[in-house]
C-alpha cells in the first residue's frame, strides 16, 4: 500500500486526498484549517506538515502561492522548511499553480537534498478533482514523472510530462491564459449578439458549429440561461472563481516579463478580469462572470 502525505485540503486538495483514500493509499493529511482534516474521510489527520511528511512514499501539497511552496519546503525565519526532515525515498508531488521560477528553486533545493520531486499543476476544476479525472500538467526529471504515475492515476485522466522542472508550471500558465481571453473574447461576442437582437442561445449554436467555437463557448457557456449545469446559469457560483483567474494571469504577466515575451492579449485579458472585480465585487463568482462587464444588466 502506497503511503501518501497530503497538505493543502482547500476544494481542490480535499477532493484530491479523498481520491487517494479510495483508491488504496494510506494517507495522511494537514491542512491549517482543522475542518478540512476532518473533511478527508478515511485519511488520518496530523498535527503539522512535518507530522504529515514523516513516513510516507509520496508527499503531495496543493498550496496558493510560490511562497507558500517556498516556505513549506525550503522554509523562512525560524522555520527550515520539510526538505531538512524528509526521507531521500521520499517523492514530492507539488500541485500548486504558482510561479515558474519557484518551482525550480524548491526542486534545486530538493535535488540538493537527494529528494526526488514534481511540479504537477491541475486542470480540470472542482469536478475534476472530485470525479478524479484532472489533468496533471507534470515537470520533472523522467524517473520521477515514472515513480509519480501510479498516485496521479489515481487522481486524474489525463498525465502529461511538458519538460524539466518547472515546465508543468509554464504550461498551465499558457493554458490558463489563453482560457482566459476565449472567455473574454466569447463573452463580447454574445453581448454584441445581444444588443443586435439576437437571441444567445441561437447565437452561440452559431458559433459553436462555426469557425469561432472554442471551450468556452462549447461548454462552458458565460450568458446566463443558455447552457444548463454551468455556473451562468447558478448566479456564476462555484467554478472557478475570478480571483484565481486574476492569479493565473498575473503570474503569466511575471513569466513574460522574465523572457520578455510579448503577450498583449494576456495583459488586456488580466486588465479587463481586474476592472470586473473591481466593478461588480466579482472576486468570488466564477470567472464566466466576465460576461457582466460587457453586459451589466445581467447582474439584476
Known sequence: MTRVGFVGLGNMGGPMAANLVSGG???????LL?????????ASGCASAAEAAQDVDVF??????????????????????????MSPDTLIIDCSTIDPDSARAVAEAAAAQGIAMIDAPVSGGTAGAQNGTLTFIVGGEPAAFERAQAVLNIMGGNIFHAGGAGAGQVAKICNNMMLAILMTGTAEALSLGVDNGLDPAVLSEIMKVSSGGNWALNVYNPYPGVMPDVPSSRGYEGGFLVDLMRKDLGLALQTAQSTESAIPMGSLAQNLYEVHRQVNDAGRLDFSSIQWLFKPELKG
Open 25 to 31: 493509499c494510506e494517507v495522511k493529511v494537514f491542512d
Open 34 to 42: 482543522p475542518e478540512l482534516i476532518n473533511g478527508v474521510a478515511g
Open 60 to 85: 503531495v501539497s496543493m498550496l496558493p502561492a510560490g511562497r507558500h511552496v517556498r516556505g513549506l519546503y525550503v522554509g523562512d525565519g525560524d522555520n527550515p522548511g520539510l526538505l531538512s526532515i
